[in-house]
């Protein structure tokens, strides 16, 4: 049960921090758009070229909006991840002093004590990521 829930966890968190930059780039990407489309509308000016000064600050702060969005949600996840991550490596200790010396037992112990490790240098790697992925997008537009 226990081998099928940190399974469980690793994977989620692992697709979870995959999939994060590939939602935050089309995001990003077409919020300026979206938001000179709704400024057009506003302002009833139904052509291409925008002139007001608002719409061009609504399209900025757009930017800035969908930016914080996705790195407000990755540290969150990321603060959920790190908990869960401290969590098991008390665990794997308390697995470790409870073993008795059983070689099964210790080598289980330690293998969680790892994966929890592991599992906190992706969480701090996927946070680079999407920084780095933010500010190409920003760069860009």
Same mark, same amino acid.
């Given at each position: 049960? +226990? ?6 966890? *690793?994977?989620?968190?692992a #697709? ?8 935050? @780039? ?19 000016? +139904? ?9 061009? #600050?609504?399209? /900025? ?27 098991m ?6 697995? *470790?002093?409870?073993?008795? /010396? ?11 004590i790892?994966?929890?490790?592991? /599992? ?17 997008? @920003?760069? #860009?537009?």
């Amino acid at each position: 049960m +226990f081998t099928k829930l940190k399974t469980f966890i *690793y994977t989620l968190t692992a #697709s979870i921090m995959l999939l994060a930059p590939t939602v935050a @780039v089309p995001l990003a990407a077409h919020a300026a758009d979206i938001e000179n489309g709704v400024c057009q509308g506003s302002n009833l000016q +139904f052509s291409s070229n925008i002139t007001g000064n608002a719409c061009n #600050s609504i399209a /900025g702060n757009s930017e800035n909006k969908v930016n914080s969005l996705v790195t407000t949600i990755i540290n969150i996840f990321s603060v959920i991840v790190g908990i869960i991550a401290v969590i098991m490596i008390i665990v794997g200790g308390f697995r *470790y002093i409870t073993s008795g /010396g059983n070689d099964q037992n210790v080598a289980s112990a330690k293998n969680t004590i790892l994966y929890a490790i592991i /599992g906190l240098v992706i969480v701090a790697l996927a946070q680079l990521v999407v920084k780095y992925v933010l500010k190409r997008v @920003v760069e #860009s537009a």
